[in-house]
């Protein structure tokens, strides 16, 4: 799988817009973009997935750019129950060799204040 | 969808003793993972199942670790003869993945194991 680089931190301020970048640049044609967050004491959530297009759920919005070497990650009105260690995480497509594991860096933490 | 269930949640252990780790997969799901993760770092991969089949196992991270599935439902993981260095959360995963459809993995919220 592909490498990915996440800011260490970030802070946001609670209802506004939280953009939560990630870098890429090795990512090949066959491989997801998912993003996972943990919440303190809690295992990975999943939040959203995708491959060339932009996805939105009832989550988030995952921006991917035209050359796929980079994502963002929105979370349109943060609140503090937002606040979690993100990973951006890239994963190959299909079911096959290489596709069963998640390889996650240490992420983004981001801050959610008040 | 009731989620991915893991027991216990925490585990205090002397070094040199055996412990066991349960986790019920969500019902659907063949597939069944295992990772763990230390403090300030994310998880790491340690095996996975398809079915009742452990199709990998090299990523963990002794002889003195093993996991089963033995019906294809539930698994469990072992430590045997347990080291300081084992204290961390040991994550369970499962999803479903069939030739080209590789849905996400749901996360249960770890067994805590502390080693006195």
């Known amino acids: 799988d592909a490498k990915t680089t996440q800011p260490t931190s970030m802070d946001c301020a609670e209802g506004r817009a939280a953009n939560l970048p990630c870098n890429h640049s090795t990512i090949s044609g066959n491989e997801y973009v998912y993003w996972y967050r943990q919440i303190h004491s809690q295992g990975p959530q999943y939040i959203i997935h995708g491959l060339k297009n932009n996805e939105t759920n009832e989550m988030a919005s995952l921006i991917i750019t035209e050359d796929r070497k980079s994502s963002t990650l929105i979370l349109p009105h943060a609140t503090l129950r937002d606040t979690a260690v993100y990973y951006c995480?890239?994963?190959?497509?299909?079911?096959?060799?290489?596709?069963?594991?998640?390889?996650f860096g240490k992420g983004t933490k981001l801050s959610v204040i008040p | 969808d009731t989620g991915v269930s893991q027991d216990p949640r925490h585990k205090i252990t002397k070094r040199g003793q055996n412990v066991t780790f349960r986790c019920d997969p969500i019902s659907e799901h063949n597939r069944l993972y295992w990772y763990r993760q230390t403090l300030g770092q994310g998880p790491e991969f340690l095996t996975y199942f398809q079915n009742e089949a452990q199709l990998e196992k090299s990523r963990l991270l002794s002889d003195r670790f093993s996991a089963e599935r033995p019906k294809g439902s539930f698994s469990t993981l072992e430590i045997q003869r347990t080291e300081q260095g084992d204290s961390a959360m040991y994550l369970c995963a499962s999803s479903f993945a069939l030739d080209r459809d590789n849905q996400p993995q749901h996360f249960g919220d770890g067994t805590r194991l502390s080693i006195l």
């Open positions: 995480i890239v994963r190959f497509a299909y079911s096959g060799a290489g596709s069963y594991q998640l390889t």
